[in-house]
């Protein structure tokens, strides 16, 4: 079964400086990998997703950017944090393997622009 | 694209009422339906899914319709608990490897 690893777990950054968010995935290979956004508690907001190494699609416009330069690797990145970034980002696999279609998430990073 | 659309958007009840909770899609190509339990701060995980070949599945205190007719699932949930107290979603995929859609979540409140 898959397993995703998410780094750093909570973070907080000042308006205007840079964001890189990790996300690492075992137990497959080539898998689609997602990063979604979570605002005020609730709804679950995809913004990037990627079939493959260099394959990146952008859901939403935004001050966001995503990368993938390894196959298990994802990239969430940000020149300069807004207020508005603050969040909860997940990053998300499918779950093939487990007898589900769904996704696996990673355990998140809340992340606080101040 | 996929739009799933779920309600209520917070639901609070006594604990061991029921609790039940409603979704729609809109692509008729949608063949899988997973629902999400997210605890404060923590990941989502998922407590049950259905197939659009069966209409019906329950486990243990949870169990989930679909018509697909209608296009439209729901969860429903017995004797709930405090525990059962997170943020629920619901979703639709076309199975395999496709996207996920997720709906805007219901957060449910159990009064002990």
């Known amino acids: 079964s898959q397993t995703i690893h998410q780094w750093p777990a909570t973070l907080v950054q000042p308006v205007g400086s840079p964001l890189s968010l990790e996300c690492t995935v075992e137990?497959?290979?080539?898998?689609?990998l997602y990063w979604y956004r979570q605002a005020a508690g609730r709804g679950l907001q995809l913004l990037f997703y990627?079939?493959?190494?260099?394959?990146i699609s952008s859901e939403v416009p935004q001050n966001l950017s995503a990368s993938r330069p390894q196959d298990r690797q994802f990239i969430l990145s940000s020149k300069k944090l807004l207020l508005s970034d603050s969040g909860f980002y997940l990053c998300?696999?499918?779950?093939?393997?487990?007898?589900?279609?769904?996704?696996?998430f990673g355990s998140g990073t809340r992340l606080t622009v101040v | 694209g996929e739009n799933v659309e779920q309600h209520p958007s917070t639901l609070s009840v006594q604990e061991g009422d029921s609790a039940v909770i409603k979704c729609t899609y809109s692509?008729?190509?949608?063949?899988?339906f997973p629902w999400y339990k997210q605890e404060l701060g923590k990941r989502p995980q998922l407590i049950i899914d259905i197939r659009s070949n069966v209409g019906e599945k329950k486990d243990q205190r949870i169990a989930v319709t679909l018509n697909k007719t209608a296009k439209h699932f729901s969860l429903h949930i017995t004797e709930t608990q405090p525990e059962d107290s997170a943020v629920y979603f619901c979703?639709?995929?076309?199975?395999?490897?496709?996207?996920?859609?997720f709906g805007i979540g219901t957060k449910l409140q159990v009064i002990p």
């Open positions: 990627s079939v493959g190494i260099g394959q």
């Open positions: 979703a639709a995929s076309e199975g395999g490897y496709q996207k996920v859609t």
């Open positions: 692509d008729s190509a949608s063949n899988y």
């Open positions: 998300a696999c499918p779950a093939r393997g487990q007898g589900e279609d769904g996704y696996t």
């Open positions: 137990g497959t290979s080539n898998p689609n």
